[in-house]
């Protein structure tokens, strides 16, 4: 039997469909990445944004003619949009054979291959064999920002079992992981009987074989004195910290529900970059927020001037259901939104190519993560993404720690040489 999955979304959605792959190839199926060659195919949809949704509903109208020319093809979809919508999308497409949304995913194997009576997503899941695995350590969020639907499609806040996430962090090393990246919606806030983030990252640290350690989503108002202090003192985590910001408009961070100030952002900002000199800080920027004007927008441009991020990620504001944003009233125009998102990215290019033209001719250790067709992909401590062009011998390099020297820049990445 012969599958593919296509998945929309995430890095958590990402995590969920290695996780099915890596099930469905222990059970004999085999990954194809034509999906006319598939006879099962799974689509892992997001709900993030309508941008995404629609997305889904396209590549399902397409899945739909490929489904008249193979009558035995069965279609899943599963994640955020099959938890929202998921009486919609069998009225709307007759083809689909299941689906399963955020709450029932632990029954998608089940579903597929008989002889699993039940997999338990009250442990943590990961995905196998890569120099780089994601494992999640918790699931749903307790925030409610106004505009999120996360809470409403993961449900509120799980921390999975500490204990069953160290095992699994050193079973992913003894398989060759180099790598851990832990997941949750907002990791920050982990919290497992008298385990927190900050104990969690010790233990994980003290694993031999794990040589470095990142994490995603944070949450400003959770990232404290004792989570700065070890990213600051443990070299094997990363200093690539990803926090969202929003806005820097107190008004519409109130609105947005954020719990916290700009002040109380830009405060954070300067401890991290007090006590970690080669910090690489990221941020999320929603534009066009309910009543947003052009003074609120000003403050946010001002902000990324200032605080000078080496990645923006900036997405225009979309009303979602269920969310306490979608009874707002929506009166910032699309054209409106469009251009201050082009204002944003554009500083956010600009900026991100100064940050990373100071490193030409220097030398950093990189970490070889992959081999796409004659180049390496590698990372830097700090998270910049780094491409080699190799030698014939490339794979003797994968997974190792080279020092390499920087010769030019992209807008987001580095291109060097092995010294």
Partial sequence: ?????????????????????????????????????????????????????????????????????????????????????????KQRF??????????????????????????DTKNTLVSNNKIVNYIKIMTGCNNYCTYCIVPFVCGNEHSFNFNTILNRCSMLVRRGTKKIILLGQNVNSYKYGNVDFTMLLKQIARINGVERISFMTN??????????????????????????????????????????????????????????????ITTDIIVGFPTETSMDFKKTLNAVQTIKFSKVYAFKYSPRPNTLSYNMIDDVTPLEKKERLKVILKESNKISVEILSKMIG???????????????????????????????????????????KIKTVKINSLIAEII
């Fill in 94 to 119: 007759k083809t689909v054979n299941l689906v399963i949304g955020n709450k029932d995913v632990k029954y998608v194997i089940f579903k597929i291959v008989s002889s699993f009576q039940h997999i």
């Fill in 362 to 404: 220097s030398v950093q250790e990189v970490l070889t993560e992959d081999i796409i067709g004659d180049t390496i992909k590698a990372t830097t401590r700090c998270g910049y993404k780094v491409f080699i062009k190799t030698l014939d011998n490339k794979y003797n390099y994968l997974g190792k720690q080279l020092n390499v």
């Fill in 219 to 280: 949450h400003p108002k959770d990232f404290n004195i004792d989570l700065i202090n070890i990213i600051s003192n443990e070299p094997k985590i990363c200093t690539n910290i990803h926090i969202p910001m929003q806005s820097a408009s107190d008004r519409i961070l109130k609105k947005m529900n954020r719990k916290y100030t700009y002040s109380n952002y830009i405060k954070l900002i300067d401890n991290l970059r007090s006590a970690i000199p080669n910090i690489n």
């Fill in 1 to 89: 039997m012969n599958y593919m999955i296509k998945t929309i979304g995430c890095q958590i959605n990402v995590c969920n469909s290695e996780i099915i792959s890596d099930m469905l190839v222990n059970n004999g199926f085999f990954e194809v990445k034509n999906p006319e060659e598939a006879n099962i195919f799974i689509l892992n949809t997001c709900s993030i944004r309508s941008s995404a949704e629609q997305k889904a509903f396209s590549y399902l109208g397409r899945l739909e003619i490929l489904k008249m020319k193979n009558k035995k093809l069965k279609i899943f979809v599963i994640g955020c949009m099959a938890e929202r919508l998921g009486n919609i999308i």
